[in-house]
């Protein structure tokens, strides 16, 4: 059970895969990005109409980071009470970005509620600092995940320990589920 007080806001982070073991890679407008989308935005309709989310947190990453923020965005008009907040794991996040990526990534912090820059130059364990201050942050865990082992489901693996709850879309099929904070079982 969550409970909430007065100055609480139930939040929601989002983590996806990297791009390189995502299938739909950058391609925005191919079937499978599109039906990603949906689902995405589906996903934070429910967490906002039925769990009462008013908080949503992306690391902002290529690809399906940039989706989830820009759909958070996109829902403010509907729902003027959701916030968006932006981590940044470093400030040279963008760096090696194309010029695209860059202004894309830039408008997406210009129009967020929130930035978090976790550190100013970039370490090898940055990534996952971002991730578990998202964790923390939040009441619920939305994931893109492919079940592999890797650092998603250590992450996921640690969310679920922090009693967080979370709900997984996977990678291939788009079908959501949701993980009991006790086991490793669907609900």
């Known amino acids: 059970m969550i409970i909430k007080d007065a100055n609480t806001r139930t939040a929601c982070c989002f983590s ?16 499978g990005s599109l039906r990603l989308k949906q689902v995405l935005m589906k996903q934070a309709v429910y967490l906002i109409e039925a769990m009462g989310v008013t ?9 399906v980071g940039q989706f989830f923020a820009e759909i958070v ?6 729902y003027p009470e959701v916030t968006l907040e932006c981590v940044i794991p470093c400030e040279n996040q963008a760096a090696n970005w194309t010029i695209a990526q860059r202004d894309r990534y830039f408008s997406i912090l210009e129009r967020c509620d929130k930035e978090t820059l976790l550190q100013r130059h970039y370490s090898k364990d940055c990534i996952r600092k971002k991730k578990e201050y ?5 009441n619920y865990v939305l994931a893109v995940w492919n079940g592999k082992p890797c650092s998603a489901g250590k992450l996921l693996s640690i969310a679920r320990n922090l ?11 788009y079908e959501v589920r949701q993980i009991k904070k ?6």
Not at 55 to 63: A, N, Q, Y
Not at 134 to 138: D, F, L, P, R, T
Not at 165 to 173: A, E, K, P, Q
Not at 182 to 187: C, G, I, V, Y
Request: proline letters at 2%.
């Open 182 to 187: 006790t086991s490793n079982t669907a609900q």
């Open 134 to 138: 998202m964790i923390k942050q939040s």
């Open 73 to 78: 965005l996109d829902l403010k008009r509907d």
């Open 163 to 173: 009693g967080k709850i979370v709900i997984l879309i996977d990678s291939n099929t």
């Open 16 to 31: 996806e895969p990297s791009t390189k073991s995502f299938q739909i890679g950058f391609y925005e407008n191919n079937a």
């Open 55 to 63: 908080h949503f947190i992306s690391g902002v990453d290529l690809c």
